[in-house]
């Protein structure tokens, strides 16, 4: 391999010129980016998740520096209002709840306490869910005994500024950039891509192509014909509208908000410089016009910008990786932003892809590629049961939307997860990979769904003692989240004054 071709300069293109300026173009392999002003690209894409620190590591970007380029703020997790009944209310944290004792997980601990009437709301027992609630911020402790080395953070982006940051980046390392629109692909005879042709008549050759042309999936969908996997039944909401706005005076949250309405849910979140909002609906249970209005009476702040539509569908690509093509960001499928997935499909699509390739040329790369397809699969399959869950743990009977989602047919892997918590509390064993133990809780819970029983293992601790384990830890999740700096504080401390 001497030549990679990236199509695109989104937020995957520029995340994957980034990494392979680092890890690639050092083996002698050049690494050009296309990408169109014409077309532009999606321009949202603001909430993200603990995992884009690890990217930023690897790259050896500073974090204070990304921090003042993108206008970010921390995110210790994401509100959720409205999802199993109107008024209803939880955070979904970056963290742990309480500490397990004797390797029984704390969660059957506070269902036997609950069940005596001696605990106190799981929320209580959350530093991150709390600190959030406070408004206040600090970085975790390294320090393994700590309470303050229970959760982690993420942040809120202005995805455009990220883009345009990765792409200096990647620039000043070497790779090539090119603006121009591709109108037709060629092929080799055994369909493998040979080169790109622009509309200024430019032909760009290459050994291997990364897809990263967003919705319209130009080489992996278009070109080599990696079918759709619709999940749009399980996932029905297919539009979105985008409009930035002031950044309302007073406290900066540190978490997303995602409320629910009659057909979906709108997003909030906090930058430095504005707010990002957002509606997202299904188009069979709401017109457009009617989510722009909701979205514009809720704005916390002077719109800045014109809104902006959206439209897609749930679903992935069966093969992220054809031939000499390597599908990343939204080009090989979509999930809608509810738990802010999509930057990290992309970073794993990447650092998976670039792990994989081996030292030297190798006559077929279809070991490599069945290995990733399978493993990006297990992801996106994982990811959709937990968004579904969201939906479908409702008690919400107010709309066609929700006694839709309530009553639809779920895919058999979340029926069996649900089933084996209500049953047991038993949490689905993930001991890698995203939303662990901890996020499948928050949503179980924060939605209504609580088990009939906890583990037998809980009854090997005294009520008494149980009882003052958990008062202490409650306690003193109080008193850490009081002695920490508001979040705005830390933002300023950490890139000066906004
Ligand atoms: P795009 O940004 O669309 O980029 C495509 C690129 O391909 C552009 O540069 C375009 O010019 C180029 N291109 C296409 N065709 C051609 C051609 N023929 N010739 C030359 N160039 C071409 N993700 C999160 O992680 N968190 C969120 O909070 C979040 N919110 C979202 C909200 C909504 C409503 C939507 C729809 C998505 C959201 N996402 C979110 C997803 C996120 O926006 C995308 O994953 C991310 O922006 C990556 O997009 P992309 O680079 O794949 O595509």
Not at 169 to 174: E, H, I, R, S, T
Not at 433 to 462: C, H, M, N
Request: net charge neutral.
């Amino acid at each position: 391999m001497k030549k990679i071709i990236i199509l695109g300069g989104g937020t995957a293109g520029w995340m994957a010129a980034a990494a392979m300026a680092r890890f690639v173009l050092p083996r002698g392999i050049e690494v050009t980016l296309i990408e169109s002003d014409q077309i532009g690209t999606v321009g949202v894409g603001e909430a993200t998740l603990p995992h884009l620190r690890s990217f930023n590591e690897l790259l050896g970007i500073d974090e204070n520096v990304f921090v003042r380029e993108t206008q970010a703020t921390y995110k210790l997790g994401i509100e959720f209002a409205n999802w199993a009944r109107q008024g209803d209310s939880y955070i979904h944290p970056f963290g742990e709840y309480g500490r397990g004792l004797n390797g029984i997980p704390f969660h059957h601990l506070w269902l036997k306490a609950r069940a005596n009437d001696n605990a106190e709301a799981l929320d209580n027992y959350s530093l991150p869910v709390i600190a959030a609630l406070k408004n206040r911020f600090e970085f975790p402790s390294e320090d393994l005994r700590s309470i303050l080395a229970t959760y982690s953070y993420a942040f809120h982006i202005d995805a455009g500024l990220y883009a345009r940051y990765l792409r200096k980046f990647a620039c000043d390392l070497g790779v090539k950039r090119i603006e121009g629109k591709v109108d037709r692909v060629e092929h080799h005879a055994d369909g493998n891509i040979a080169a790109l042709h622009l509309e200024n008549g430019q032909s760009l050759a290459g050994d291997f192509f990364v897809d990263c042309s967003g919705f319209r999936s130009l080489l992996i969908g278009q070109e080599l014909g990696s079918p759709f996997i619709d999940w749009s039944h399980w996932l029905p909401c297919d539009s979105a509208i985008a409009v930035p706005s002031e950044a309302p005076a007073g406290e900066l949250r540190p978490y997303t908000r995602a409320e629910a309405h009659t057909a979906g849910w709108r997003w909030q979140i906090p930058l430095q410089h504005r707010m990002g909002n957002g509606i997202v609906y299904a188009q069979r249970y709401m017109q457009d016009d009617e989510a722009q209005n909701l979205l514009m009476q809720g704005l916390p702040g002077a719109a800045t910008n014109e809104p902006r539509q959206l439209r897609f569908q749930a679903g992935r690509r069966q093969e992220s990786w054809r031939k000499n093509c390597l599908a990343v960001g939204l080009s090989s499928g979509f999930l809608e932003p509810l738990e802010s997935t999509s930057i990290y499909l992309i970073q794993i699509a990447i650092t998976k892809f670039i792990g994989l390739l081996p030292a030297n040329h190798v006559a077929s790369q279809r070991p490599q590629r069945n290995e990733f397809n399978r493993q990006m699969a297990l992801e996106y399959e994982r990811i959709r049961d937990f968004l579904i869950l969201h939906y479908c743990a409702t008690e919400r009977d107010d709309s066609p939307f929700w006694r839709y989602c309530r009553d639809m047919e779920l895919p058999g892997s979340l029926q069996n997860k649900m089933a084996l918590y209500r049953q047991s509390g038993h949490i689905a064993d993930y001991k890698n990979g995203l939303f662990l133990e901890p996020s499948w809780l928050a949503v179980y819970q924060g939605q209504r769904i609580s088990p009939k029983q906890y583990s037998p293992r809980a009854d090997t601790i005294e009520s008494d003692e149980l009882a003052a384990l958990l008062k202490n830890y409650a306690a003193l999740v109080r008193r850490a989240t009081s002695d920490m700096p508001l979040h705005s504080d830390v933002v300023d401390r950490q890139c000066g004054p906004r």
